[in-house]
């Protein structure tokens, strides 16, 4: 049948389309269908690598198929993600390996290939691109697509054109993805979450109050530990108490965090799908007005460097593995430092860490005239900054870290400095992405 914007269903296993009402497809007989009243009339997607890195790992090794896997180890001896088998039994991402273990001792234990799973994200994001040029990727295994328009390019509904994406990454990457349509990000995004692994899951215009109204706070983009705290403490745990609430009491609480959770709690995310190619490194640096060589006078600028690229990261859904440090001496010579990290991070006190700790060994009594500070090889943000078992006051400097963001995100950026950087003078330091 033709498929129309009023309704219909889509065989995610032979892509026939039927009557919105099917149960399972004429064509093949499958129960696995697609179906909403919205269906053809949705342009934005969200489509997310189920369990990635555990994917890859048993793709490469057949023998792993029927086996739980844990991707994680090294020192820390942290999980870094694990597969769906592992997941029925309890094992999480940032888990110590210990519990993990205790929870599923025949567990098969695997060390992280970044470079193998990045390479794998980039053959995935292209066949996106071969659909749409509109592909926004959040990180190595998930990204935003707007398929408006291409319904002609295609010649079918954009929810046919994704149920074919899934069943040829599929077929020629061997990975499953699992797929959110709706008619914003927000949505997509979310909708992505709700039915995994495989899953294909569409959020309508008609229904979105009342399918956000019975979510938790902590649902909304954006709404971290810090925040969900904080509004549990003034009495609101659920979506459907903000719907109830007047913007401007939400902003005179919140400030623009108020905002955020009055429109995206009535689902409305203006935010459009940004192509753009994969970040390689996001960086801040700033050119000093006097030459530098302390210590004393540099370390409160690398932190204040650090915390904008930690912005940054944050805003972006990015954590990284690397930290560059860049230092330019007074007669022009460029000194670039690197520093692998043993986990993925967000969290400005451990790039300022490796940063200063880079610096330490370039202080020789050379005048600096410029330094800079950047991170990259990324990965994703549900991957970053795990319990730390080495060093036990991680736990309280990251949540101390996250009230000092919530702060900000509250009062504004300057309203709440470390003891690194008050009193230093400001920098004039832009964050740069490439």
């Known amino acids: 049948m033709a498929a129309s914007a009023a309704g219909f269903s889509v065989c995610r296993d032979c892509h026939a389309t039927g009557r919105l009402e099917a149960r399972r497809c004429t064509a093949c007989g499958s129960p696995r269908l697609a179906a909403h009243p919205e269906l053809g009339s949705l342009p934005i997607a969200h489509l997310d690598c189920d369990a990635f890195y555990a994917s890859i790992e048993k793709r490469d ?8 896997v844990i991707v ?46 990045a ?76 039915e995994k692994p495989r899953g294909f899951s569409v959020i309508g215009r008609s229904e979105t109050r009342d399918f956000l109204r019975v979510r938790p706070i902590g649902a909304i983009w954006g709404v971290g530990e810090a925040m969900a705290a904080k509004l549990t403490a003034d009495g609101l745990t659920s979506i459907g108490q903000l719907q109830e609430m007047d913007e401007g009491e ?18 409305i995310d203006t935010r459009t799908v ?46 990284a593995t690397g930290v560059t440090l860049k230092l330019k001496t007074a007669d022009f010579k460029l000194r670039t430092r690197q520093r692998k990290l043993q986990d993925p991070t967000r969290l400005a006190d451990r790039i300022f860490s490796a940063g200063r700790s880079l610096l330490g060994h370039e202080l020789d009594g050379t005048r600096f005239r410029l330094i800079g500070i ?61």
Not at 147 to 162: C, F, K, M, N, Q
Not at 250 to 267: F, H, I, Q, T, V
């Open 61 to 68: 090794d057949p023998s792993l198929r029927d086996k739980p």
């Open 72 to 117: 994680g180890g090294g020192t820390r001896g942290v999980v870094t993600t694990c597969c769906y088998i592992a997941r029925i039994r309890g094992v999480r991402s940032a888990m110590p390996m210990f519990k993990a273990l205790k929870l599923c001792p025949e567990a098969v234990i695997v060390k992280p290939r970044m470079e193998k799973y």
């Open 119 to 194: 390479g794998v994200g980039r053959e995935i994001r292209q066949m996106m691109r071969d659909l749409t040029p509109l592909v926004e990727p959040l990180s190595i295994d998930e990204a935003f697509m707007d398929l408006s328009g291409t319904e002609l390019l295609h010649g079918e509904p954009s929810a046919v054109t994704l149920v074919k994406l899934a069943a040829r990454i599929e077929a020629e990457i061997g990975v499953s993805v699992s797929i959110g349509l709706s008619h914003n990000k927000f949505l997509a995004k979310m909708a992505s979450d709700l």
């Open 250 to 267: 939400l902003m005179r609480r919140y400030g623009a965090m108020g905002m955020r959770l009055s429109r995206l709690s009535r689902g």
């Open 274 to 319: 940004e192509p753009r190619g994969e970040a390689k490194s996001i960086s801040a640096e700033t050119t000093f007005d006097t030459d530098l060589y302390r210590m004393d006078d540099l370390v409160p600028v690398l932190r204040r460097l650090s915390e904008k690229v930690s912005a940054r990261l944050k805003a972006t859904d990015l954590a």
């Open 374 to 434: 950047g991170c990259s090889g990324f990965a994703p943000e549900s991957l970053a900054d795990p319990e730390d078992l080495v060093d036990p006051a991680f736990a309280k400097r990251k949540k101390a870290e996250a009230a000092l963001d919530a702060l900000r995100g509250r009062f504004g950026q300057k309203a709440i400095e470390t003891g690194y950087t008050y009193g230093a003078p400001p920098t004039r330091s832009e964050p740069r992405r490439s």
